[in-house]
């Protein structure tokens, strides 16, 4: 299969390779390896929309079995790449099976960073990642009553939102002095500090952990390094996650942050590309190499590269956007806010319906939104075409932002 | 097939025109949203990129007129939302992930239109 594109990995990212292929018109084979059993599903709502009981997991599959068969996608799920070989353009999978590539695509990931805590082996200590451990999860909950949620990130706080939905005790443990704090300003942090306390959750800044305590093999509390245990019969963790290295770096091909990749999203070898949560790509956004874990990252990143392959070479500049379910409030981000040297709100944080404008030497670099679509949709494009703002303008609600959008 | 099994879940028909006037109508359980029913039967001119999340404007459709008096309201992010689709936004222009299929819907039919991004 000289001419053939083997995805290694079946997520968002790898799933829109293979599809795209198709609609770029490219006629060979496409081989979709994944090492999870089943069809390639939608990572977002399994802490978002199945967890608060709105969506069903028979719902988050990307596309029916049928699909890859009338775009001749071969799914080979259940089974993982183990070797490249690059001399030879062949990979060796677990099983044992080998597939020769023409293009091989490593849309390999992430996977959760794990706490090095004693007692986190406990029964009743999860994780979030795949479909199965979100099953498992809401099967928890159920029975659960107290809840603890090691994190204050995006998924650490999903998680606690669904769980007081749930009617649970809840309770954050966040390292750092305030939520999110990687990503949005404290405005923000503040404001969910305010939703998630309004609905009852505890929440506990500048943790030190010193202990996950169990009973008879099951986890029984959570204890701070001072001594200070609060009482836990299910701990969730959400702190972050590692991009999936070791392949490529067996390979001998150059990591760093993420597998590095160039502005066609290729690596070091030409007939290797990086994309999605692995990548470490060069990003006008960032004018900086960055690695982005987004569904939109691993859509446009696929995309891209489908493109390319196709015999449309592309470059990579989408502009990067996300979200965050939480209660009923929706947290629209487009652009990247990092290194922001100044902040100006439009709207009030007190009528829940405000956006951040983020700049960084003068220039609009993000805009994190709270019911504010309109300023979420009108900042794809100021972000995208280096519209000039400045934040006099950002902050005055009489200004039409769509009219500076549209201008020449 | 046990007479005694679960009760078979409602369903609504869907009809599904695409630009070049393609039709395949199916059955979507009451619940379901119209992107879902047409990802979930295989049906091109619907991309869903962010999953029903309502970010992204690649499942958007065109509703038959008769049916826009029967929908759920549109709320101001979709109505923001379908400001970005790919092709130009109709007054009949929806995002099949912010509608729910209803026992009323019951024969309702969207087009779908020349691409979604």
């Known amino acids: 299969m000289p001419d053939g594109v083997v995805i290694v990995g079946a997520g968002q990212a790898g799933f829109q390779v293979a599809a795209s292929l198709r609609t770029e018109g490219f006629d060979g084979p496409v081989v979709l390896i994944g090492d999870e059993p089943g069809l390639p599903y939608q990572r977002p709502p399994l802490s978002k929309g199945y967890l608060a009981g709105k969506q069903a997991i028979e719902s988050i599959a990307l596309r029916p079995t049928a699909f890859y068969e009338k775009q001749r996608i071969e799914l080979l799920p259940g089974d993982r790449v183990i070797e490249i070989d690059r001399g030879s353009n062949w990979v060796t999978l677990a099983s044992g099976r080998r597939v020769q590539y023409g293009t091989l695509v490593l849309a390999v990931g992430a996977r959760n960073r794990t706490l090095s805590l004693k007692g986190a082996e406990l029964d009743g200590v999860r994780y979030l990642r795949t479909d199965a451990e979100a099953v498992e999860i809401k099967e928890r909950l159920a029975q659960a009553r107290d809840v603890v949620v090691i994190g204050g990130g995006f998924i650490g706080l999903e998680l606690a939102a669904a769980a007081s939905e749930h009617g649970k005790s809840v309770h954050v443990l966040e390292a750092l002095p305030r939520l999110m704090a990687r990503v949005v300003s404290p405005i923000l942090s503040d404001f969910y500090r305010e939703l998630h306390t309004s609905h009852g959750v505890r929440i506990s800044f500048g943790v030190e952990l010193g202990e996950i305590a169990g009973r008879q093999g099951k986890v029984s509390a959570v204890v701070f390094r001072d001594g200070t245990a609060y009482p836990a019969d299910l701990v969730l963790i959400g702190v972050g996650v590692v991009p999936n290295l070791e392949l490529a770096r067996e390979a001998g091909l150059a990591v760093a942050n993420g597998i590095a990749v160039d502005e066609q999203l290729r690596t070091e070898d030409a007939k290797i590309y990086a994309i999605g949560d692995c990548a470490d790509h060069p990003n006008p956004y960032a004018g900086a190499r960055v690695r982005i874990e987004s569904v939109q990252n691993a859509v446009d990143q696929a995309k891209c590269i489908a493109a390319t392959i196709a015999g449309r070479v592309h470059s990579y500049r989408s502009v990067p956007w996300f979200w965050t379910d939480q209660f009923d409030i929706s947290l629209q981000m487009v652009g990247l806010s990092a290194g922001y040297d100044r902040i100006v709100t439009r709207g009030e944080p007190e009528s829940h319906k405000f956006s951040v404008f983020y700049f960084k030497q003068e220039r609009l670099v993000a805009i994190d939104s709270i019911n504010r679509p309109g300023d979420h949709v009108v900042g794809r494009k100021l972000i995208a075409n280096g519209t000039t703002v400045t934040p006099e303008q950002a902050a005055d609600l009489s200004v039409d932002l769509k009219a500076l959008a549209a201008a020449p | ?117």
């Open chain 2, 1 to 117: 097939m046990s007479l005694f099994g679960k009760k078979q879940k409602e369903t609504a028909a869907v009809t599904y025109i695409s630009h070049t006037g393609d039709t395949q109508q199916v059955l979507v359980p009451v619940g379901d949203s119209v992107m879902e029913g047409a990802i979930s039967n295989g049906i091109n001119g619907i991309v869903a990129e962010c999953g029903g999340a309502c970010q992204c404007a690649t499942c958007h459709v065109y509703v038959d007129e008769s049916f826009l008096a029967r929908l759920n309201p549109i709320q101001e992010n979709e109505d923001e939302m379908l400001n970005t689709t790919f092709c130009p936004r109709r007054a009949n222009s929806r995002l099949g992930c912010q509608i729910p299929v209803t026992k009323e819907l019951d024969g309702l039919i969207v087009r779908t239109p020349e691409a979604q991004q």
